[in-house]
């Protein structure tokens, strides 16, 4: 199955609902692919959260990135300080409220080891480190946002 990205598949079903809004007769109502359309191009998760994580992750490469389901997934990334270890993370939103649960960090560690990469443990506080990360900057978007 080939997955699109959001943006692009939001943009190919926004443009194929388009024609139908043309379809009003002489009604003065609202055709209802105007309220199809606005809904394909809404956030489905806390965009607080959301810009935040991305934000947050911006360094890492961008494999998957899915603002309706709340599913952000990035590619291996090596710290150039450290090339012999590299991190994946995959960031879900679980919710449209900006609340401490709604945010969940899942972390996968490779090391190198003779040419080959070999999964390694990844430190509990360093997922808990990377969700207050994200929350903080959650909140400091929203308190400038509110003003």
Not at 11 to 37: Q, Y
Not at 62 to 85: C, F, L
Not at 91 to 115: F, M, P, T
Request: net charge positive; with cysteine; aromatic share 4%.
């Amino acid at each position: 199955m080939v997955r699109l990205p959001a943006s692009l598949s939001s943009g190919l079903l926004l443009a194929a609902l388009l024609p139908l809004a043309a379809c009003g007769g002489g009604s003065k109502e609202r055709p209802k692919a105007d309220l199809a359309a606005s809904k394909v191009t809404t956030i489905g998760v806390n965009a607080y959260l959301w810009r935040a994580t991305l934000d947050t992750l911006s360094f890492m490469p961008m494999v998957q990135t899915d603002s309706n389901g709340g599913v952000i997934v990035t590619d291996w990334y090596a710290n150039p300080n450290t090339p012999n270890e590299r991190m994946k993370l995959t960031v879900s939103i679980l919710d449209q409220d900006l609340r401490a649960d709604a945010v969940r960090v899942a972390a996968s560690r490779q090391v190198n080891q003779n040419g080959q990469w070999v999964d390694a443990p990844v430190a509990a506080a360093t997922v808990q480190k990377l969700e207050e990360i994200i929350l903080t900057k959650a909140r400091d978007l929203r308190r400038t946002a509110i003003g």
